[in-house]
């Protein structure tokens, strides 16, 4: 059974940071480029982050460019998204995806809030 698991999120005040986790079973991991995916209250999917199958080459959004950075442990089958300098526009609940521009897998989200 194929699983992706994230974990990590929660309420943060503007400017501070998360670090998001997903674990990943039931597949070949590194046969996967992996992407983070977010949606936000109201709104459509959005990319934010990918980065390709033994993690030499990443990707962003140009909004998140700078501020998040992706990265993946193909030892462990894990994938990882730093967040820094969070503003109130990146609440979102935020998904694992495998693949890297269109998504073969999906986790089941976490729920990522910045406010005061």
């Known amino acids: 059974e194929v699983q992706l698991v994230e974990a990590g999120g929660g309420l943060v005040q503007p400017g501070g940071s998360l670090t998001l986790s997903c674990a990943a079973s039931?597949?070949?991991?590194?046969?996967?480029?992996m992407s983070w995916v977010r949606q936000a209250p109201g709104k459509g999917l959005e990319w934010v982050s990918a980065?390709?199958?033994?993690?030499?080459?990443?990707y962003y959004a140009e909004s998140m460019k700078g501020r998040f950075t992706i990265s993946r442990d193909n030892a462990q089958n894990t994938l990882a998204l730093q967040m820094n300098s969070l503003k109130s526009e990146d609440t979102a609940v935020y998904y694992c995806?495998?693949?890297?521009?269109?998504?073969?897998?999906w986790g089941q989200g976490t729920q990522v809030t910045v406010s005061t």
């Open positions: 995806a495998a693949g890297g521009g269109s998504w073969e897998f």
């Open positions: 039931g597949f070949t991991f590194d046969d996967y480029a």
């Open positions: 980065i390709n199958w033994n993690g030499d080459s990443t």
